[in-house]
């Protein structure tokens, strides 16, 4: 793992335990995992950056993974096929974020590099850098790109066109100055992170970035001066991801084993920024990545058991209900992505796993990709014009090697098939 005197020692990724003592699923809970830093992998050995040749694979039936959960119609089972569009390894070390708006996609990883891809041929234009290491979570939205640091800092740049597309810095926040003025005035533990960041997320119609970190709070930066205006001290265990609905409806997903939605106050001043609507248990297994569907009718949480928990927005009252869970991976869920009815899951397992969505809300395993040497620790999907039946997925791997994959489902308009039907593709 890269050092910096400006990254903090010892930070690690490693799935933490849980002090829930009782288990209501049936599955075993795999929340002591290694540190993901020590995984026992073998990466690819190149010289230099390396674009593997394609490889095709299509989606015949094959034993099913659960023999007790068979369909009782085979056309039940949408076919599909997937492809492995480009496999790139940097020297990088583990790439541990991923982002992508507007035709390009950013990736960050353990060096002081984030870099950038041009869409939809994935060929890289550009690098951020800085003095600082380890690019643990990142963010684009109205031309801005939020990059969080081993440092437990906040870095900004600005997109713009000059006949080219280049990427002005803004800042680092919270600056030095603000930090040493509110630690004369009692109040730094307002303006900085007490431990590393995990997440951010943007609501630009609010003007507020919010950033979540192991210090078990939730910050409020305004997005026009990137100043701190709030804490939300939300969770008793550290908190793993955050993400923000467009009705402005925040969820923080924590250790703690829940995943609570929080409210915007408009009238409740900066010391109470926000309020607790309701808390979703996830079956006594932490939650390390949350992810939602763009109308918000779908929340994913990802959990350390391998379970893909999600939860169904009501029509009427607005609230979530418990849906049911996804199960598949072997180890923790590290991270999730939605696209149109597409959820992606990226695993400690070594796999990704892509799942349909039917119109009557179940879900079907479509494909498992195979092929990182590492722990999944960063995913994301997007779908071209005119191609709902297909989606592109990037995931970035602990092993150095971020993959490209192309996925077609060529019957899932139709598909209407029970609940945890899941099926192995044979490559």
């Known amino acids: 793992m890269a050092s910096s005197r400006d990254s903090p020692p010892n930070l690690s990724f490693a799935i933490r335990g849980t002090t829930t003592t009782q288990n209501k699923f049936s599955r075993s809970i795999s929340t002591k995992e290694a540190?993901?830093?020590?995984?026992?992998?073998?990466?690819?050995?190149?010289?230099?950056?390396?674009?593997?040749?394609e490889s095709l694979h299509t989606s015949p039936l094959s034993s099913p993974l659960h023999s007790s959960h068979m369909p009782t119609k085979?056309?039940?089972?949408p076919s599909s096929a997937y492809r492995c569009v480009s496999s790139v390894l940097k020297k990088d070390g583990q790439i541990l974020s991923i982002a992508v708006s507007n035709g390009f996609a950013y990736t960050g990883s353990d060096t002081n590099m984030v870099r950038i891809w041009r869409l939809p041929e994935f060929t890289e234009c550009g690098q951020l850098k800085t003095k600082a290491c380890m690019v643990v979570a990142l963010q684009v939205s109205n031309e801005r790109v939020y990059a969080a640091y081993g440092d437990a800092k906040i870095r900004v740049w600005r997109r713009t066109w000059d006949g080219a597309w280049k990427h002005i810095r803004l800042a680092t926040i919270p600056t030095t100055g603000s930090f040493v003025r509110s630690y004369i005035a009692g109040k730094d533990k307002m303006m900085k992170h007490t431990g590393p960041i995990t997440s951010l997320a943007v609501n630009v119609s609010d003007d507020v970035m919010y950033s979540a970190s192991l210090d078990k709070t939730v910050k409020l930066w305004r997005i026009s001066d990137l100043k701190c205006i709030g804490t939300i001290n939300a969770h008793p265990e550290p908190i793993n991801a955050i993400i923000v609905a467009d009705d402005r409806v925040l969820f923080t997903a924590s250790d703690d084993a829940t995943v609570k939605v929080w409210r915007h106050n408009f009238h409740g001043g900066d010391q109470q920024p926000h309020s607790l609507t309701v808390t979703l248990l996830a079956r006594c297994s932490?939650?390390?990545?949350?992810a939602l569907t763009q109308d918000g009718g779908f929340l994913y949480g990802g959990c350390t058991d391998g379970y893909i928990h999600y939860w169904v927005k009501g029509w009427f009252s607005g609230q979530y209900q418990?849906?049911?869970?996804?199960?598949?991976?072997?180890?923790?869920?590290?991270?999730?992505?939605?696209?149109g009815d597409y959820v992606v899951s990226g695993s400690a397992d070594l796999t990704s796993r892509v799942w349909v969505r039917a119109q009557d809300g179940h879900h079907t395993c479509l494909a498992i990709l195979v092929g990182h040497r590492g722990p999944i620790r960063c995913v994301t999907a997007f779908q071209e014009v005119d191609t709902e039946d297909a989606c592109t997925i990037c995931t970035g791997s602990l092993d150095g090697v971020l993959k490209v994959w192309r996925v077609t489902c060529n019957n899932k308009s139709s598909h209407s098939s029970p609940q945890n039907e899941y099926f192995e593709l044979k490559k």
């Open 35 to 53: 540190s993901f830093s020590n995984f026992p992998y073998t990466p690819p050995r190149l010289s230099g950056p390396a674009v593997l040749s």
């Open 74 to 77: 085979l056309t039940d089972v």
């Open 322 to 339: 418990y849906g049911g869970a996804l199960q598949g991976h072997t180890h923790a869920v590290m991270c999730l992505a939605t696209v």
């Open 286 to 290: 932490p939650v390390k990545t949350l």
